[in-house]
């Protein structure tokens, strides 16, 4: 049964966890201003921070999606989980000792049995490895591959033993229930109903991680050149989608914020081969083809990205795609040059670290140039027909460049290598741009009548004004954020108007104000967010406290507290001057009248007051 939690472990988790660092780990973080850290926000996609931490406030707050909350907060919202199990993963990062509360039932994640199955079965698979006879051919394979013991215990290299029903015995004898692991992809089920046995045997096995670090699946790599497949993965699963995550991410992203820059491999072995040799802020996406979602967490950790793939062309051709991935979400992306007919590890075996370090900072080349050196490559310039051909083909690959500077600089590579003018080139690229304008309106048109018949789409519906507020409406916001910061104006509020705010919003946080001081809590936004347990009004809060602060004068708060009062009674003066008009119209003189000395009564409680101006949010 699970033990709750003292208020005073709650407290002390949030003091020692630091907001900055602990979204920090998700977020690149770039300092702006004092005590201010933009980012990309992690709960909406963009290529423009707009994701605000404070870290006097130890608030975060997105001026895009409206994402707001503390450390604790974050937690339950970005990693999904319960308020408990959020509190108990911040004392683990803080070291706070949680032994009297944490129990095994801690963990609501209704994937829990799964994720120890997979725990154990790396436990396993590393002791096996490390430790036994069993592990001993592994070893040593690795060994004559130059793994050091350093790296097999950093990157807890594992294997699978040749009997297909090791692992499915000790999870038996550990009590695991082996039936409801059938779709984990650690255990493979026949069809004719006999008992299941291992899906990995006689391999050696990477355990790959989710973003926090826990093990959700494996690729196991043959020892045998007759063995087929290479390399098997997982399948996917519930907790392993290989197009979500990135090999070595939990191991190499405080680095890659360190350095503000990742190399990005093909396989797990690139990473680890790179990492003895001190490029230690290396990752692979585990194929080819980089995803939308691959690039933009690595965008959320830094802009700039090597791409240190195969020498051979599929490699070649997947360097361009993922570039194109990772610069469309904002990335400054260069191309490490390895070899043709070599990968990253080879050339480590090879030439050596030192080597290796060298091409990776000191030779990798801009996307465009990396194209042109390939073309090159792959035509004999010696021909006038390939060479006229590569000339035409660069100067299509200068059509994508945006920079004019980028592109002039090349042309005049060009122009030099093959003693060309640059009005020749300059007319040439302005042709096939022409051709390209031509095509693309043609293909543009064709689609148009494709699709002629088809029902128009829904226009969408203008988003509306965010930058104006009524004056009541700003005033209410005044009020709670000086209350928010100072006990002596939520009294002076509460003695004014109590909870009559007009917004229904802004009177359950006052509400929650007067409650919360009335606890003896003491003044400042972190510690009131945290309090306010609903959390749409979190939110607002949050929000509110991130506006800038502005002196709260008795002046200013005068009229902040007319306006609020006020408000109703403009409410019925414009509704009184609705019904005077609608009189008016039906000529009925009598009811015109009346009402109309009605407005004047009201309107002599403001004099020349303009309470339904618009004013800016501050």
């Known amino acids: 049964m699970s033990h709750p939690i003292p208020e005073s472990l709650i407290q002390e988790v949030r003091e020692r966890a630091e907001i900055v660092d602990v979204i920090g780990e998700v977020v690149q973080l770039k300092k702006q201003g004092q005590g ?11 290529n423009t921070p707009s994701f605000s931490v404070s870290k006097d406030r130890q608030l975060y707050y997105c001026f895009g999606c409206g994402a ?3 450390v604790i907060s974050f937690m339950t919202d970005y990693e999904k989980l319960s308020f408990r199990d959020a509190i108990i993963r911040l004392a683990e990062m803080t070291n706070v000792d949680v032994s009297e509360v944490a129990t095994d039932e801690d963990s609501s994640d209704v994937h829990d049995p799964l994720r120890r199955a997979h725990e154990l079965a790396a436990r396993f698979y590393h002791h096996l490895f490390m430790n036994t006879e069993q592990g001993r051919n592994a070893f040593q394979y690795m060994e004559n591959r130059g793994l050091t013991e350093q790296a097999l215990l950093h990157f807890q290299i594992g294997y699978a033993p040749n009997e297909r029903s090791s692992l499915t ?28 046995y291992d899906r990995f045997h006689n391999r050696v096995m990477f355990p790959l991680h989710d973003l926090q670090g826990r093990v959700i699946g494996f690729n196991g790599r043959t020892l045998h050149k007759e063995s087929k497949p290479k390399y098997l993965n997982s399948p996917e699963t519930e907790l392993f989608k290989k197009n979500e995550i990135l090999y070595g991410f939990h191991l190499a992203k405080q680095t890659v914020r360190k350095k503000d820059q990742l190399v990005l491999f093909e396989g797990c072995m690139d990473v680890i081969s790179a990492w003895m040799a001190g490029v230690d802020h290396g990752m692979a996406a585990l194929g080819t083809s980089l995803t939308t979602r691959q690039a933009k967490l690595i965008r959320k950790l830094t802009e700039n990205v090597v791409l240190c793939y195969d020498g051979d062309h599929a490699g070649r051709e997947a360097a361009f795609k993922n570039a194109q991935s990772l610069q469309s979400v904002g990335c400054n992306v260069l191309i490490c040059p390895i070899p043709d007919g070599s990968d990253p590890d080879e050339y480590i075996q090879t030439q050596g670290h030192e080597a290796f370090r060298t091409l990776v900072y000191e030779r990798s080349q801009s996307v465009t140039s990396f194209k042109i050196q390939s073309l090159r490559r792959e035509k004999n310039l010696q021909r006038e027909g390939e060479q006229r051909l590569y000339i035409e083909q660069v100067l299509e690959i200068l059509l994508d460049i945006e920079s004019a500077i980028d592109r002039e600089y090349y042309l005049k590579e060009l122009s030099f290598e093959f003693n060309l003018s640059m009005e020749a080139l300059h007319t040439e690229l302005n042709d096939l741009s022409r051709k390209q304008h031509v095509h693309e309106r043609s293909n543009h048109q064709n689609r148009s009548v494709t699709t002629e018949q088809r029902p128009a789409p829904m226009k969408s519906k203008p988003k509306p004004e965010t930058g104006l507020m009524p004056a009541f409406h700003n005033a209410e916001r005044m009020l709670l954020k000086a209350m928010i910061e100072e006990e002596e104006w939520a009294q002076a509020v509460e003695e004014a108007i109590g909870g009559n705010f007009n917004v229904d919003q802004y009177a359950a946080i ?30 607002i809060a949050t929000e509110i406290v991130f506006e800038p602060s502005v002196e709260m004068t008795k002046e200013a708060f005068e009229d902040y507290i007319n306006l609020v009062k006020n408000y109703p009674t403009w409410v019925e003066i414009e509704g009184k001057e609705q019904e005077l008009k609608n009189a008016e119209q039906r000529k009925d003189i009598e009811a015109a009248v009346q009402i109309g000395n009605q407005l004047i009564a009201l309107k002599k409680k403001f004099g020349s007051k303009l309470p339904f101006k618009r004013t800016r949010v501050r």
Do not use: I
Request: charged share 30%.
């Open 510 to 539: 006052a509400a929650y104000l007067y409650a919360y001081y009335a606890e003896g809590r003491q003044e400042g936004g972190n510690e009131f967010v945290m309090y306010v347990k609903d959390p749409d009004l979190a939110r």
């Open 68 to 70: 707001a909350g503390n």
């Open 169 to 196: 015995t000790l999870l038996e004898k550990r009590e695991f229930d082996v039936q409801s692991l059938e779709s984990g992809g650690l255990l493979q089920f026949p069809e004719d109903g006999r008992k299941a």
């Open 36 to 46: 201010r850290y933009v980012g990309l926000c992690p709960f909406h996609g963009e």
